[in-house]
């Protein structure tokens, strides 16, 4: 960007502080600009009090001679003193013009005070100075774009402020402009205190967890068409609001600083691999916009849904996520924090399916990893899709972080030797000891027992009956694990390749079994992250979806994400993209989703009222039936003897009772389900707790859900309640709760 002057623009009136008696003069206090380009629309914006002054340190040490660089705005940007540019460290932008600004002018169009460049603006000081040091006014100064700005004495005037006019040179090349134009003043004023402007205070130095956040499809992530970069900025703006309004006393008592949010931008590096250019030969050239768009939002989801660019996209998250980590440890060595991941729709899934793809600790991979040694299998040759023989026994993945097989916490794996041992005792019950040898020669243990066929059987020299027995106690197994807790959706024989069944995991002492997490997954190698993420938050997802159209009808309760313990669904009840998690893992309970609380501390009023009227109603319907059925009591009732009144009416009104309370009992929902909620036992996949968290809509968004569909779907970035959960869920794992527990949270 040119460091030129703007096409038109000093002004006239400004308002520095009243010159003192006598012609004393004060230097003026400079502030720091940088210039913000929008739609080409250029605006200058002030730095945070705190970097204004460190760049004015830094100027008045004489650092700007060298090429020296002031991290502002919270290390997320670079300030080169020399060339006078501020450049993003951990995204691609480009680089915004900054300036010392002391002299500003009233702009034309939108009458937002611009400021000088740095020249002119130190030539107007020494004006001013030597005014009113001499008292010597109406000076003229013509400035850089051929303006003339004339000093005025301020005690000549009514009002004590300094007043700047300008008038344009005029010359034989140029255009004679109006009288009125020519002669109409521009208000300019001296010092950054005397324009309307709000200067930040500036972010806290202390980092204490650091988030990663990835988009959904297309390179817009809000209703105003903005990139992630921006959205982001305005979520990391709202935790600042969150952290001083409910973190007031950990921030007194410097137990909180703040958590850093940093984009990750997938979309760029995918459509830059040449598909758009192949996508633009076979587009139809009507309604060219909508094609346009649909090519560039709607079939991310088909690319990665596509083994190509699910793996360019897979590439390009991992290896962004870990550029980024690695690069915020440089800049910040005294980091100790923890890191987690956030995603946002199509974001989300992508995140899902990276970390149940994550490989376990090396100390977790060496027991389980000798389970499939005997058959040299990968898990996905298990299920019969395939054997990868240059896969090295090494690389083999733990069954309790495989989205294939997982191990519960605790359980134990068995080892070649223990497999066959296995083996000779299942025939000993079917009564086959003598083919023990030959289970043996073969150095087939359990697992390899449930992958055989009638052919490989027959095969390895087993008679016709012996035959027959193996094969039908291999299917009733496979039957009754698929009855109890199965994974549904894989093959049975595959099911019960896994190694222990549900059955006789009591027996053994061991609870492995295959799980159904992975299936489905297009074929991709998922890269490593360079660390554990503590919390996963999934923002209007549709993982639920994909899983189910995938083929997952079932999660098991004990799976967890290999190297994430927590996980967060929180979506807007109107997100048209959204799906829930936890009917997955429990499937033959309803229950309704935790509300997520209102960040200040109640439901919104619309929902009261509604729960309310509902309450009202159910109590209403009670009485009414509770009056008709003693109504009808007394006259179905038989005439009996007064000495027996007493008990008669005694033994009524119990009976009465007995009939009442169950018909009372289940209307009473709207308190008696929510109190049950927050018990539900949802597994492991975030630590025992609560996984499906749903916002309060807005009274006007109430009106119509369809038309607030959309605005559902993308109203995360400036929501305080899903950013306030974030903050309570990162905090809490520190220790560090709220000032006020939030009616309703966990």
């Known amino acids: ?53 460190r760049l004015e340190e830094a100027h008045g040490a004489g650092k700007d001679r060298d090429d020296v660089v002031v991290p502002t705005s919270g290390g997320r940007y670079d300030v080169h003193l020399r060339t006078r540019q501020r450049v993003a460290v951990y995204w691609e932008e480009e680089a915004s013009e900054v300036r010392r600004c002391t002299w500003f002018y009233k702009g034309d169009k939108d009458n937002k005070f611009i400021p000088y460049s740095e020249s002119f603006s130190k030539e107007l000081e020494e004006a001013y100075m030597v005014a009113v040091t001499l008292d010597e006014w109406k000076k003229k100064l013509e400035s850089p774009n051929r303006e003339v700005i004339i000093l005025h004495n301020p005690k000549a005037l009514l009002v004590p402020k300094l007043m700047v006019h300008y008038h344009p040179v005029a010359s034989s090349d140029d255009w004679v402009s109006t009288p009125t134009e020519q002669g109409r003043p521009r208000t300019v004023k001296r010092g950054v205190e005397n324009i309307a402007v709000e200067i930040p205070s500036g972010e806290p130095l202390q980092i204490d967890h650091l988030v990663f956040v990835v988009h959904g499809i297309g390179p817009a992530c809000d209703i105003r068409f903005r990139s992630i970069v921006q959205c982001v900025n305005d979520f990391r703006n709202v935790s600042l609001s969150m952290l001083q309004a409910h973190f007031k006393k950990a921030q007194e008592q410097q137990q909180v600083g703040r958590v850093e949010f940093l984009p990750v931008n997938w979309h760029s590096s995918l459509h830059s691999t040449g598909v758009d250019v192949d996508l633009e030969r076979i587009t139809l050239p009507s309604i060219n916009r909508l094609r346009h768009f649909i090519n560039d939002t709607i079939l991310d ?14 590439d390009t998250v991992a290896s962004e996520m870990n550029r980024l980590h690695q690069l915020f440890l440089q800049r910040n060595p005294q980091f100790k924090g923890g890191v987690s991941i956030a995603g946002h729709s199509l974001g989300s899934l992508i995140l899902f399916d990276l970390l149940t793809n994550q490989k376990a600790d090396p100390e977790e991979d060496k027991h389980c990893a000798q389970v499939m040694e005997a058959t040299d299998l990968t898990p996905a040759a298990a299920w019969g899709w395939g054997r990868e023989p240059n896969m090295h026994r090494s690389k083999l993945v733990s069954r309790k972080h495989n989205p294939f097989w997982i191990c519960s916490q605790g359980s134990r794996t068995t080892s070649s030797t223990g497999g066959i041992e296995e083996v000779k005792e299942i025939l000993r019950k079917l009564e086959l000891s003598e083919y023990c040898d030959v289970f043996e020669k073969e150095k087939m243990d359990r697992q390899a027992l449930f992958l055989c066929t009638e052919t490989n059987l027959k095969e390895m020299g087993i008679p016709l009956g012996p035959r027959m027995k193996i094969l039908h106690y291999l299917s009733s197994k496979t039957e009754m694990k698929d009855q109890s807790s199965a994974a549904p959706g894989h093959s049975k024989r595959g099911a019960e390749a896994g190694g222990s069944q549900h ?82 893992i429990v499937p033959d309970l309803e229950f309704e989703p935790m509300l997520l609380p209102h960040h200040k501390g109640r439901k919104r009023m619309h929902l009261e009222l509604k729960e309310g009227l509902t309450r009202m109603s159910v109590d209403l319907k009670n009485n009414l039936l509770g009056s008709l059925r003693v109504a009808w009591q007394s006259f179905t009732r038989a005439p009996v003897p007064a000495l027996e009144a007493g008990s008669t009416e005694a033994e009524a009104e119990a009976e009465a009772g007995t009939e009442k309370q169950p018909d009372t009992k289940p209307e009473e929902p709207p308190t008696a389900v929510k109190e049950e909620t927050p018990l539900i036992n949802v597994g492991r996949l975030n630590g025992g707790n609560r996984i499906d968290y749903v916002l309060q809509e807005k009274p006007i968004e109430s009106f119509n859900e369809y038309l607030f569909a959309l605005q559902g779907h993308l109203c995360y970035w400036e929501s305080e309640d899903t950013v306030l959960l974030v903050l309570k869920e990162i905090y809490q794992t520190q220790g560090i709760t709220l000032d006020q527990p939030l009616p309703g949270s966990q």
């Not at 308002?15 to 004393?24: A, I, L, T």
Request: hydrophobic content about 30%.
């Open 1 to 53: 960007m040119a460091a030129q002057e703007p096409p038109r623009p000093p002004p006239a009136p400004a308002e520095p502080p009243e010159p003192e008696p006598g012609g004393r003069y004060e230097a003026v206090v400079p502030h720091w600009f940088y210039c913000k380009v929008t739609d080409t629309r250029e605006r200058w914006v002030p730095f945070s009090a705190q970097d204004s002054e």
């Open 301 to 314: 989801v088909f690319f990665y849904n596509s083994s190509t660019y699910c793996q360019t996209i897979v």
């Open 503 to 584: 059955g006789d995991s009591t027996e053994d002492g061991r609870n492995c079994q295959y799980r159904d997490i992975g299936l489905g997954q297009v074929s991709a190698n998922y890269p490593q992250l360079n660390y554990k993420p503590t919390i996963f938050f999934a923002f209007g997802s549709p993982i639920g979806m994909f899983l189910t159209v995938r083929g997952v009808k079932r999660i098991d309760p004990n799976y967890s994400l290999p190297t994430c313990k927590g996980f967060f669904n929180i979506f807007h009840p109107f997100d048209p993209v959204a799906y829930r998690i936890e009917p997955m």
